[in-house]
């Protein structure tokens, strides 16, 4: 069955340091990936997927297929990036999973 | 203002009782979904429909039911079978080629 999993509950990193979500998955087929964030009082969003190869405010995520990972990385972490992060996997039958989410907290 | 709209926000429901959830999206979406959003669970899938007059169970439908008679609407139903239905849902819609769009979500409170 397919499985998405971020190991890391909570994430803080103090302002301007590299940041690194790790997320993990299993599917035989080949998926399409997601991050999607959740700020404070604000509706989940797309923040990235991997087909478009987009920055999106900073933060990169490249597929690698070899170790079924997606993590999702940005170089100087902002105060304004601490949310709540989620990555997501769509198979070939339109089902949409997500992972357990990490939250992110960037301190001053 | 188009988009996703779920009503109510918030929902109080004494045990024992269903009690349905809206969702409707003006977006021409063909695929919706329900999710339920626990802490430190994410978001768990309940129910996804691609097309009209068709759905699919996720990895925790028990005790919920889903109805997609209309492309702009999925009401999800929870049922009274549903052990611990005290929640917050989600609805999401989704194009075939692109991201999925959210809701602002439910708040069920069983008291």
């Known amino acids: 069955a397919q499985r998405v999993t971020q190991p890391e509950k909570l994430l803080s990193v103090f302002k301007g340091a590299p940041v690194e979500l790790k997320c993990n998955y299993s599917?035989?087929?080949?998926?399409?990936l997601f991050w999607y964030v959740q700020y404070s009082r604000q509706r989940l969003q797309l923040l990235l997927r991997?087909?478009s190869r987009e920055s999106i405010k900073g933060f990169t995520a490249d597929l690698n297929k070899g170790e079924t990972s997606f993590h999702l990385k940005k170089p100087f972490a902002q105060e304004e990036d601490s949310a709540m992060y989620y990555c997501?996997?769509?198979?070939?039958?339109?089902?949409?999973?997500f992972g357990s989410g990490t939250r992110l907290l960037v301190r001053p | 203002d188009g988009g996703i709209t779920q009503s109510p926000k918030y929902l109080f429901r004494k045990e024992g009782q269903n009690v349905t959830l809206s969702c409707e999206q003006n977006?021409?979406?063909?695929?919706m979904y329900w999710y339920r959003q626990d802490p430190g669970q994410g978001l768990r899938l309940i129910y996804y429909?691609?097309?009209?007059?068709?759905?699919q169970k996720g990895d925790i439908a028990e005790g919920y039911s889903v109805s997609r008679e209309k492309k702009e609407s999925f009401p999800l139903t929870v049922t009274s079978a549903q052990k611990n239905p005290t929640a917050f849902y989600l609805c999401?819609?989704?194009?075939?080629?692109?991201?999925?769009?959210f809701g602002q979500g439910t708040r069920l409170t069983v008291v």
């Open positions: 999401a819609s989704r194009p075939r080629s692109t991201e999925a769009f």
């Open positions: 599917y035989s087929g080949s998926p399409e």
């Open positions: 991997h087909i």
């Open positions: 997501a996997l769509i198979d070939s039958s339109y089902k949409l999973i």
């Open positions: 977006l021409n979406h063909d695929a």
């Open positions: 429909s691609q097309i009209v007059n068709d759905f």
